[in-house]
C-alpha cells in the first residue's frame, strides 16, 4: 500500500505540477496527527519514509531540562503568531495552546542526546492509506488554488473574455473564464448593458483576491484601460509600437476620448485607430455596445492639444495660463452646446484628457467681458480695454491682461515696449509747421517679434 502512495505522488507531481517533497511533508504531518490519536502515544513522535516506501514512526526522548526549554520558545513563538492574526483580522483568537500540539524546533537538540525508538503501530499501513487519500487530495485542490491566483494575480489590468453563466441578478453577474469563474459586480457594470446567459464578453480583471475556496477575480466593464486594451487588438500599429495610446477618458455607457500619436513618419494615428471606413473603430465600438470614441491626435502644445479635445466642436481660439493650467476656450455662438456637450459631458471629457481646467465660452460672451472691462482713462481720455497692448507677430493683440497702471502685461519684451512709451511721453512734443504734434508710441502698436510671441499664453487653435 505505501508503494502504491508513493507512485501516487510521483503521477500527481507530473501531472499538477506540485513537488513530491511538498506532498510527503504534508503526509507526514498528517500520519503524526493521527498516530498521536492512538492510544499509549507517545509525547514526541515523528514519521518518516523509509528506503522501503513504507511510514514509520519514532518516538523521540530528550533531557527533561532541554524538553522544558524547546516547549517554551514553542509556546511563545505560537503566542505570537496568534497576536498577529489577531491584528490583522481584528478578531479575537480562542485558540487552546496545548503543549502536545506544539511543533518543537529539534534542530537544536545535540543528535548525541536525542533517542528515537520504532513505535509504529501494527494497524498503521491502514491508517497511513485512509489519511494519504484525504491529504492528498487537500494538497492538490490547495496547489490548484495557489497556481490560478498566482496566475492570476499578474494579469491585473488584462482583458480577458468569458463566457456570462449566471445573468439573473443584477447585481452579481458570474463569467466563466475557463479555469475559473470571475465575478462582475455592480459597481463594475455599465449602465444599460444586458448580459444575456451564454453570451462572451470582455472585460478588464480589476483585482484578484485568495480566497479559502480558491481565487476569486474581480471583472470590470467601466475601466478605462477596456478601451486602451480593445484598440490594442484591434489595431495592428498599437500592437507594434507604431502609435501610441498617450490618454484615455471616459464616460462608461455614453463617450470616451483617447489621444494618439504616432512613432513613426507616414503613419496617420487616427486614421490607423479608425481603420478602413471606420471598420477598426467600429469593433470597438460594437464591443462596447454603442459607446461613441473621439480619436484626438496627440499635441504637445497644450492650446492646440486642448482645442482638439473638445472635438467635434470649432474652437476659435484658445487662452491658457500655464502656472495654473486653466485655458479659456472661445468658440463660435453656434458651437457652443457642442462644445460643452449634454450635462457637460463634452467639456469634462476634454479636462480629464487633457489635464487642464477647461473655461468655454461663446465668441459673443467674451466680446461682451471686454466691452464691460473697457473704460475711459481720466489723464489722456483714451480707451483702454484692460488687455496687453502689444501686437503678435501673426496680426493678433496680446491675449494677456495688462499690469495694474500700464497698458502692456509681464512680459519682458511687452514691458520694454512700456519703458519706451514712458520716456517718450516725458520728453517734450516736438511741434511741427502747423502746431500739430507728432504721433507716439501710444498712438501705434508696436509689432512683437516672433521669438516673444512664444512666452504669450495664447495661440489659434485652428
Known sequence: MSQEIIEGIHTIEKEKGIEEGILIAALEDALLAAYKKTPEATRHAEVKLNVDGEFRVFGIEIPTDIETDLVEEARETRIQELERIEEETGERQHTLVADEDLALDWSRVPP???????????????????????????????????????????RQGEVVTGIVQQAGDRNNVLVDLGRVEALL?????????????GSRIKAVIAEVRSGTKGPQVILSRRDPELIRALFELEVPEIADGLVEIRGVAREPGYRSKIAVESHMQGVDPVGA??????????????????????????????????AKAL???????????????????????????????KEGLNARLATRLTGWKIDIESES????????????????????????????????????????GSRYCGVPAHQALAAVEHERHEEPSEKSVDGVGSPGVSDVEAPVAPGDELEIAAEESQ
Open 273 to 306: 485607430c479608425v481603420g478602413p471606413r471606420g471598420s477598426r473603430v467600429r469593433m470597438v465600438v460594437s464591443e462596447l455596445r454603442g459607446e461613441k470614441i473621439d480619436i484626438i491626435p496627440w499635441n504637445t502644445e497644450p492650446a492646440r492639444f486642448v
Open 185 to 197: 459586480p455592480r459597481s463594475e457594470q455599465v449602465d444599460g448593458e444586458r448580459y444575456e446567459q
Open 365 to 404: 460672451e467674451f466680446a461682451k467681458a471686454e466691452a464691460e472691462a473697457a473704460f475711459v482713462g481720466a489723464a489722456d481720455n483714451e480707451e483702454y480695454s484692460g488687455r496687453c497692448a502689444a501686437i503678435l507677430s501673426n496680426g493678433k493683440r496680446c491675449p494677456n491682461a495688462a499690469l495694474p
Open 311 to 341: 472635438s467635434p466642436a470649432r474652437v476659435r481660439e484658445v487662452y491658457i495660463d500655464d502656472e495654473t493650467k486653466e485655458a479659456t476656450v472661445i468658440v463660435p455662438d453656434d458651437q457652443l452646446a457642442l462644445a460643452i456637450g
Open 112 to 154: 548525541d542526546q536525542i533517542v528515537r525508538t520504532d513505535v509504529t503501530p501494527e494497524n498503521f499501513g491502514r491508517i497511513a492509506a485512509q489519511t494519504a487519500k484525504q491529504v492528498i487530495q487537500q494538497r492538490i485542490r490547495e496547489a490548484e488554488r495557489a497556481i490560478m491566483y498566482e496566475e492570476y494575480v499578474d
